[in-house]
C-alpha cells in the first residue's frame, strides 16, 4: 500500500523545506511529505554556498529575483533572530577600479534605488577607510542590508520545525499521474500526493521529465571554487567585497567573504562542473560531463563566454593567477596566504538559444509545480520563495 498525503515536495533543500513550511502555513491541517534523495537534508547547493545575506542589489527591477530577495533577506534576518542562529548583517562594498566600472557601478546605484535599497550610500576612493582600509578603488557602494548567515543551520531549523514527514535516502526515480493524484515512486517505496512541488535544483529538469513535463531548459552545472585566505591577509578584508559585476555574466566575479565563522573566502569563480555533483575531491563523471556538451545551447553558451570561461578555468588551475585577480581590489594580499578551500556546483538553468536563464524560475502542471531555476539569491530568498510557491500551488 502506497502511503497517501495531501502535499509532496521533492528536495530538501533551503527552496523545498521553505516551500514545505510555507504549504504548512496556509493548510494547516494537511499531510505533508519532503522527499530527500540524500541522507540528510540541504547536502547540495544549501550546504555549499557563500552564506552571503544578498540584498538584492544587482536584479533587474520587478524581477522575481528583484522582488523575492529583498522581501526574502527582511524574512531571513527576522527567521536567524527568532530562531537563534548565526548572523551578521555586516553591509557590504561593491568597488570600481576604474572609470568604465565606475559608469556601470552608477547603473547600480540606481538600480538599488529602484528595489528600495534606500540606505546604499555612494563614495568615492578613500571615503571608506573606516569600512575596509585595505581595499583599492576609484569608487565604491556600501550597501548596508547585506551579511551573512549559517544557512546549513537554517535548513536544520526549518527541518526540525516542519509540522510533516521528511523521507531521506529517498530519490525519486518515477511520477505518474492516476486517477487524478500524483504517484511519486523511489527504490524503496511509493507515496500518493493530490500535489507536488519539485525543489529539486541540480536534477531539476530530469525531474520534471520524470513527471511527463517538457521542461523548456536543461541544467547545466557551474562549478565555484573557493580559495581560503590565511595569515597576515586575512585580517586585511573585514566583511564583504565584491567587483562591479560584469553585466553579461550573473556570476559576481573574484569576491571576498568573511563568513559568519569568522573566516575569510575569496571567490566562488565559476567553471563548468565535469558533472552535477562534482565537488572538490569527487572524481568527475564524464557521462554527465558528455550530456552537458550535447545540451542544446551549451555550444553557443560556450562561445558566447569563451574568453570569460578560459580565463576561469586557467585561474582555477592556479592560486597565484587567481591571488592576481583578488589583488586588484587587495593590493597588500600575499598570494602565499591563498589555499585551496571547497567548491559548490551551481545549477543554471540555460535556454536553447545557449542564454543563461536569469530570473527565478517554475514550471506548472497540473496540481504541480517544478522549480527550474533557483540560483543564487535564493538561499537568502527562501522563504519568500516558499511563500510565492505555496500561493501559486493554491491555483495550480
Ligand atoms: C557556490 C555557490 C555559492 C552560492 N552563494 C550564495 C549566497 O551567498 N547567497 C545566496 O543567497 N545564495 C547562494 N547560492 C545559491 C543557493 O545556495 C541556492 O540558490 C539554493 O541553495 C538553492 O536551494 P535549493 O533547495 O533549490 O537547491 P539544493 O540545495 O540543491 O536542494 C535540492 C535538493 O533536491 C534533492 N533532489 C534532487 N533530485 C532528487 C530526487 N530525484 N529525489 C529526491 N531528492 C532530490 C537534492 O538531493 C537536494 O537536496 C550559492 C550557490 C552556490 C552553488
Known amino acids: 500500500m502506497a502511503d497517501r498525503f495531501d502535499f509532496a515536495v521533492i528536495g530538501a533543500g533551503i527552496v523545498g523545506l521553505a516551500t514545505a513550511t510555507a504549504i504548512s502555513r496556509r493548510h494547516p491541517q494537511a499531510s505533508i511529505v519532503v522527499l530527500e ?9 544549501s550546504g555549499h554556498n557563500s552564506g552571503v545575506l544578498h540584498s538584492g542589489l544587482y536584479y533587474t527591477p520587478g524581477s522575481l529575483k528583484a522582488r523575492l530577495c529583498v522581501e526574502g533577506r527582511r524574512r531571513m534576518v527576522e527567521f536567524c533572530e527568532e530562531n537563534g542562529i548565526a548572523h551578521d548583517v555586516t553591509g557590504k562594498l561593491v568597488v570600481a577600479l576604474d572609470r568604465r566600472e565606475a559608469a556601470r557601478l552608477e547603473k547600480l546605484h540606481e538600480r538599488a534605488i529602484a528595489n528600495g535599497l534606500s540606505g546604499v550610500r555612494w563614495l ?21 542590508e547585506a551579511g551573512v548567515a549559517d544557512f546549513p543551520a537554517v535548513v536544520r531549523r526549518l527541518a526540525e520545525k516542519l509540522p510533516g514527514e521528511i523521507r531521506t535516502s529517498w530519490r525519486v526515480v518515477a511520477i ?27 536534477q531539476a529538469d530530469r525531474v520534471a521529465e520524470l513527471a511527463g513535463a517538457t521542461p523548456p531548459v536543461r541544467i547545466v552545472p557551474f562549478r565555484g571554487e573557493y580559495f581560503a585566505l590565511g595569515g597576515r591577509s586575512e585580517q586585511l578584508v573585514r566583511h564583504l567585497v565584491y567587483p562591479v559585476p560584469d553585466p553579461r555574466f550573473p556570476f559576481l566575479g573574484v569576491h571576498f567573504t568573511r563568513r559568519i565563522d569568522g573566516t575569510v573566502e575569496v571567490g566562488p569563480n565559476a567553471v563548468p562542473a565535469l558533472g552535477r555533483h562534482h565537488y572538490r575531491g569527487t572524481a568527475p563523471n564524464w557521462a554527465e560531463f558528455w550530456e552537458t556538451l550535447r545540451t542544446p545551447g551549451f555550444l553557443r553558451l560556450a562561445l558566447r563566454y569563451a574568453p570569460t570561461g578560459v580565463a576561469e578555468i586557467v585561474r582555477s588551475r592556479s592560486a597565484r593567477l587567481y591571488g592576481r585577480a583578488a589583488a586588484r581590489l587587495l593590493p597588500a594580499l600575499d598570494t602565499a596566504d591563498l ?12 535556454s536553447p538559444d545557449g542564454r543563461l536563464v536569469d530570473d527565478f524560475s517554475l514550471l506548472r502542471q497540473e496540481n504541480a509545480l517544478h522549480v527550474l531555476n533557483a540560483p543564487s539569491p535564493a538561499a537568502t530568498a527562501s522563504l519568500a520563495i516558499g511563500d510565492h510557491i505555496a500561493s501559486l500551488l493554491d491555483d495550480a
Open 37 to 45: 534523495a540524500e541522507e540528510r537534508v540541504g547536502f547540495h547547493q
Open 124 to 144: 568615492q576612493a578613500g571615503e571608506w577607510h573606516d569600512i575596509e582600509p585595505h581595499i583599492f578603488g576609484l569608487a565604491a557602494l556600501h550597501v548596508p
Open 176 to 202: 505518474r499521474r492516476h486517477e487524478g493524484r500524483w504517484h511519486i515512486g523511489s527504490e524503496s517505496g511509493v507515496v500518493v500526493a493530490d500535489r507536488f512541488v519539485a525543489c529539486a535544483g541540480l
Open 339 to 350: 589555499a585551496p578551500a571547497g567548491a559548490g556546483v551551481r545549477a543554471q538553468a540555460v
